[in-house]
């Protein structure tokens, strides 16, 4: 059977994992066959690595994304741009005839979203959205739980997600920081988090109120820990080395090779300043959320606190599942395993009325994202054809509902106002 063919836009440093699939991984089953980026210096490296991984995949500069599709012959194209680029990228795929495999969040706003739609619609291609944490084992097992009937039907969601000052700090100082970039940690971030609800709850979001704001990652912050005399960057800031914030790209390699040997080309810093008064995301936010099961989820998600995971419990009509996770600190870029679980600390507690809570044992599978990315990998490149009755495939249609409870936290926290998501666009099918 012939190989199928994949060209890649957007070089950053989340698309190593997807270029590694390909190129390493899955080489019976996967070809790439091209690779573009806005940055002439990272492309060069990585068409460079590409050839010594034995892939001849030339590369493309961002304006000549078209003659790409055109002269390579993708059957599918990853999209593993910044978030703000994702809706034109998957659409001029699709619109040559081309499936897509896109990086979470789908896109940013409603507008762009309507445009994938409608593009999905005209073209009758299709997209996937990779979301790695469907395929955590033990994520999987709070899914089978609640689809097995164990609570009853699910009444409401607690749902709290912490990002310590690691993790957290480093949306704030890379282009998430902006919301016309990122959307903000509502879309970039929670995506993740509103599509596992969706996808445990087997339902959908119909309004959502939100409040939200800056408070840690500000300037005063730096004055109160006496960080005066600041640089917009790190690397040549007077006080970063009594900064507990700094991050040296000269001692991380990937970062380095990635982003510090091709500033350049495009004078992109990965290092900035995380208290620059030019940030203008929230770090922290609550939600409410109204879904079309009946059920009403409370969520939260906090940027700046000092340790790292989630905690997530489901009321029923017959109990409560509890599901605990702490997860393992970390720079994109800086460490060998992002998000890996912490298995002593990670429990699901299941307690039907009228009887004792008892433990279930947790299925744990090391490696990153608590051991989601390389089952999630399998599955898009391997592309096996056997059911899977957790329906962790997600499509254009599950990108979207996860992103727009996100896109309507952004717009109440803007307007103080309730949001109803059918109103955000037309043509949207359930997943």
């Not at 019976?28 to 091209?34: H, Y």
């Not at 060069?44 to 892939?55: E, K, M, S």
């Not at 619109?95 to 005209?122: F, N």
């Not at 929230?282 to 606190?305: C, I, K, W």
Request: net charge negative; glycine share 8%; with cysteine.
């Amino acid at each position: 059977m012939a190989r199928k063919r994949y060209a890649q836009v957007g070089l950053g440093l989340r698309s190593w994992l997807f270029s590694l699939a390909v190129v390493r991984d899955h080489t019976e089953q996967a070809e790439l066959v091209g690779l573009c980026d806005v940055n002439a210096g990272r492309l060069a490296h990585r068409v460079d690595w590409a050839r010594g991984a034995g892939a001849s995949a030339p590369g493309y500069a961002a304006e000549d994304f078209d003659r790409m599709l055109i002269e390579t012959r993708p059957d599918c194209v990853i999209v593993t741009t910044p978030d703000r680029d994702h809706a034109a990228y998957v659409c001029r795929a699709m619109e040559h005839g081309c499936d897509v495999i896109s990086e979470k969040p789908l896109t940013i706003d409603a507008p762009s979203l309507q445009r994938i739609l409608d593009t999905e619609r005209a073209t009758g291609r299709r997209c996937r959205v990779a979301f790695n944490y469907r395929y955590s084992p033990y994520r999987a097992q709070v899914k089978q739980l609640l689809a097995s009937g164990a609570i009853g039907q699910v009444l409401s969601v607690d749902f709290h997600w912490l990002l310590d000052t690691r993790h957290g700090a480093d949306y704030f100082r890379r282009w998430h920081r902006e919301k016309q970039s990122s959307g903000g940690l509502l879309v970039h971030k929670a995506t993740h988090h509103f599509d596992l609800v969706n996808w445990w709850l087997d339902s959908v979001p119909s309004a959502v109120q939100a409040s939200g704001g800056r408070g840690y990652y500000t300037p005063a912050t730096a004055e109160r820990l006496g960080l005066t005399s600041r640089s917009e960057r790190c690397l040549d800031c007077a006080p970063a080395a009594q900064c507990p914030f700094r991050l040296d790209l000269r001692a991380e390699k990937l970062l380095a090779v990635t982003y510090l040997d091709h500033e350049d080309h495009d004078g992109y810093f990965r290092d900035q300043c995380v208290f620059s008064d030019q940030i203008d995301i929230e770090d922290t936010m609550t939600v409410l959320v109204d879904y079309r099961s009946g059920a009403r989820m409370s969520y939260s998600l906090n940027a700046a606190v000092p340790r790292e995971g989630y905690s997530v419990a489901f009321n029923g009509t017959l109990g409560r599942l509890d599901h605990v996770c702490e997860e393992s600190s970390y720079v994109s870029g800086s460490s060998p395993v992002s998000g890996a679980m912490d298995e002593e600390k990670t429990r699901i507690t299941l307690q039907p009325h009228f009887e004792r809570a008892r433990e279930i044992p947790i299925d744990a599978t090391g490696g990153s994202h608590g051991g989601g990315d390389a089952l999630l990998l399998a599955d898009l490149f391997a592309e096996t054809t056997e059911h899977d009755p957790l329906g962790r495939a997600a499509d254009h249609r599950a990108g979207a509902w996860s992103i727009l409870t996100g896109i309507a936290a952004n717009r109440s926290i803007a307007s103080g106002e309730r949001v109803v998501v059918d109103e955000l666009v037309e043509g949207l099918e359930l997943p």
